[in-house]
């Protein structure tokens, strides 16, 4: 939390909270329990890997929908997305942003190797709640990240971004 407080701490004022209503969270939580095979909600608690699952999609998809309620844009239709792999992109102009979701109190981890496009960070505040940081491209990410020493496998090469004070504006990206 120190190094958190540290490089994002003085900007967490101005970055803009969402708040995903019941409605989008009950969607989210239907879509993947049928995607994952299960008939109710008991079902995805007592499975350990479900409810993983869920928190990890509600995380990715919730900041995604954020970004686009806030800026107005096209909400995206999550029944025609595949959460096994789902990764948070946005459309702009004919353009690639990835959409980096990371949790209160913590920097988000990169793998540095895979920064192929401008980047878009969230954090999630709590369950459905989502301050956006804003977005940068691959140079001032690849500029501003720190060794990190968590290490998710042994090919990744993890580092954790901190340039919070590089990051423009979620709406400058329309």
């Known amino acids: 939390m120190k190094i958190f407080l540290k490089h994002v701490g003085e900007y967490l004022r101005t970055y803009p909270q969402i708040r995903l209503n019941r409605g989008d ?8 329990m049928k995607q994952l095979g299960l008939d109710n909600l008991n079902q995805l608690r007592d499975k350990f890997e479900g409810q993983a699952f869920f928190d990890r999609t509600l995380m990715n998809v919730g900041g995604l929908i ?6 107005n844009m096209r909400i995206e239709d999550i029944t025609k997305i595949d959460f096994s792999n789902f990764h948070p992109k946005l459309k702009v102009n004919n353009n690639t942003i990835d959409v980096h979701v990371f949790k209160f109190g913590t ?3 990169i793998d540095i190797d895979e920064i192929n496009n401008t980047t878009f960070f969230v954090i999630q505040k709590d369950r459905v709640t989502f301050n956006l940081c804003g977005f940068a491209n691959i ?5 501003n990240m720190i060794n990190t020493h968590i290490e998710r496998s042994s090919q ?3 580092m954790n971004f901190t340039g919070f004070k590089h990051l423009s ?3 400058e990206l329309l």
């Open 25 to 32: 969270e009950v969607l989210i939580r239907d879509e993947t």
């Open 66 to 71: 954020s970004i686009q309620k806030h800026l």
């Open 107 to 109: 920097l988000p981890l």
């Open 139 to 143: 140079e001032i990410i690849k500029r």
């Open 156 to 158: 990744a090469n993890n």
């Open 169 to 171: 504006k979620s709406e």
